[in-house]
């Protein structure tokens, strides 16, 4: 029993956590701020990878993914493109640049 309590203690303390909230916004722990750049780089491609495999659609179902410390704004590191060009305002849907093709 003593090992397991030891086994279940050191899968925690490698572990993460992740926030849901009641949209569609989560937030996930990737590090602290006194690790070497590599490793947090290495956590954060972890954790976008396994989080786009934990999403229901994969990445076509991710709208955006940011990084953000507890001081700073929230930076972007991927943002999806909408799957067809919005209407504008006196403009067709499909954009008047599909003209020039």
Same mark, same amino acid.
């Given at each position: 029993?003593?090992?397991?309590? +030891?086994?279940?203690? *050191?899968?925690?303390?490698? =572990?993460?956590?992740?926030?849901? /909230?009641?949209? $569609?916004?989560?937030?996930? +722990?990737?590090?602290?701020? $006194?690790?070497?750049?590599?490793?947090?780089?290495?956590?954060?491609?972890?954790?976008?990878?396994?989080?786009?495999?934990?999403?229901? /659609?994969?990445?076509? $179902?991710?709208? =955006?993914?940011?990084? +953000? =410390?507890?001081?700073?704004?929230?930076?972007?590191?991927? $943002?999806?493109?909408?799957?067809?060009?919005?209407?504008?305002? /006196?403009?067709? *849907? *499909?954009? *008047?640049?599909?003209?020039? +093709?």
């Amino acid at each position: 029993m003593r090992r397991d309590l +030891k086994a279940q203690l *050191e899968a925690a303390v490698s =572990s993460t956590y992740i926030h849901l /909230g009641t949209g $569609n916004v989560f937030a996930v +722990k990737v590090g602290l701020v $006194n690790f070497k750049a590599k490793q947090l780089t290495d956590n954060i491609l972890s954790a976008v990878d396994r989080i786009v495999e934990l999403c229901p /659609g994969g990445i076509a $179902n991710v709208q =955006s993914i940011h990084l +953000k =410390s507890a001081t700073s704004v929230a930076l972007p590191l991927y $943002n999806s493109l909408p799957r067809r060009p919005l209407s504008r305002k /006196g403009g067709s *849907e *499909e954009g *008047e640049n599909d003209q020039e +093709k």
